[in-house]
């Protein structure tokens, strides 16, 4: 398989205006899924197609085990990459969209065949191989772009939002279809995406971007846990993060982590009064909205209580909530990166 690395990577449009890369560091592992999680414009596309040679760096290096690839076409990089959108032939069937790069390169027509019936049993489309592009499903179309990308053997799968064309439901069902795929095969995968659920779901690590930059690179329970600055903290989370100011540091806790304060009977956990002014019942969990004060500036927040606690809570009225304290983040006001925890009290 194959190490991919690209160092003090960088991008820029508009002559030089427009910094899309700027100064990226970052590897992925052999046969790791590695997520790019960003909102749009952050620069992972830009990334992900600078990796596969559709996009020529400002300046940095791309390494693919260990060799250099920069300025080398993306045909002999080893790579295979899907879309957001599938691109496949119409007007041609399932069999022959997979085996067009095959027959492209020469490859006999035995054979190709015989890679194209291996790749559409992994991904379970063989009884589709008849049927056109407009015959089938959306996570259908899907799997035979990853069967198109899989008959070329690649080292490495580049995946740009494959998901974002599929509704709600379908989308959850081809998260894990492609976790069980990856593996399965092994390959390294780069994945892009906007959506925190499907980082959270499919990345071995996941790699936050914003402004061009990398903000924090982890497992996605360190991410969500141990966030590294404000961004990543109100990025990742629904609800995000709650950030209130105190003496020139921002208090965070998680909305799952502010309870009532009859739920958190431990002597290290910090207090509150919460003003409740709104209350939303979502999937079994309770949205609590509101204003609290103590532990530093009066600021909005959000509780998410879920269905196992049944402590009795009315818009209109005050409540005592609490945090435990290890549940509680630090971070510098002015930078906003995370900071040793600061003695808050109950």
Not at 153 to 160: I, N
């Amino acid at each position: 398989m194959a190490v991919v690395e690209v160092r003090d990577l960088r991008k820029h449009f508009d002559g030089g205006q427009v910094h899309a890369i700027d100064g990226v560091d970052l590897t992925a592992a052999d046969r790791e899924y590695l997520v790019l999680l960003g909102p749009s414009g952050c620069g992972k596309t830009t990334l992900l197609r600078t990796i596969a040679g559709l996009e020529e760096p400002t300046s940095g290096e791309v390494l693919i085990d260990g060799r250099v690839v920069t300025g080398l076409p993306p045909r002999v990089r080893k790579i295979a990459m899907v879309f957001q959108s599938y691109a496949l032939y119409p007007h041609k069937t399932v069999l022959a969209n997979i085996v067009f790069p095959l027959r492209a390169a020469g490859m006999p027509a035995e054979e190709r065949e015989r890679k194209a019936r291996w790749a559409a049993g992994l991904l379970g489309i063989e009884p589709l191989l008849k049927r056109k592009p407009r015959q089938l499903s959306g996570g259908e179309r899907q799997r035979v772009a990853l069967a198109r990308a899989l008959v070329r053997e690649p080292h490495v799968f580049l995946l740009d939002e494959p998901l974002s064309n599929l509704d709600a439901k379908l989308r959850a069902s081809a998260r894990d279809e492609l976790k069980r795929f990856q593996d399965e095969i092994g390959i390294t995968t780069i994945y892009v995406t906007h959506d925190q659920i499907e980082a959270m779901g499919l990345g071995d690590r996941i790699a936050v971007l914003e402004g061009g930059k990398v903000r924090q690179v982890g497992p996605p329970v360190e991410i969500y846990d141990n966030p590294a600055d404000t961004f990543v903290a109100t990025f990742i989370g629904s609800p995000p993060m709650n950030l209130v100011p105190r003496n020139g540091h921002l208090v965070g806790f998680r909305p799952e982590h502010l309870l009532p304060v009859e739920n958190v009977r431990d002597d290290d956990r910090a207090t509150m009064p919460l003003a409740v002014d709104r209350i939303e019942y979502l999937s079994g969990d309770r949205h609590v909205y509101g204003t609290v004060t103590r532990i530093g500036e009066e600021t909005r927040v959000v509780a998410r209580l879920p269905s196992t606690v049944d402590t009795p809570i009315t818009a209109g009225e005050t409540h005592e909530f609490a945090v435990h304290g290890s549940r509680l983040r630090f971070f510098d006001a002015e930078s906003g990166l995370a900071g040793e925890p600061v003695r808050i009290g109950s």
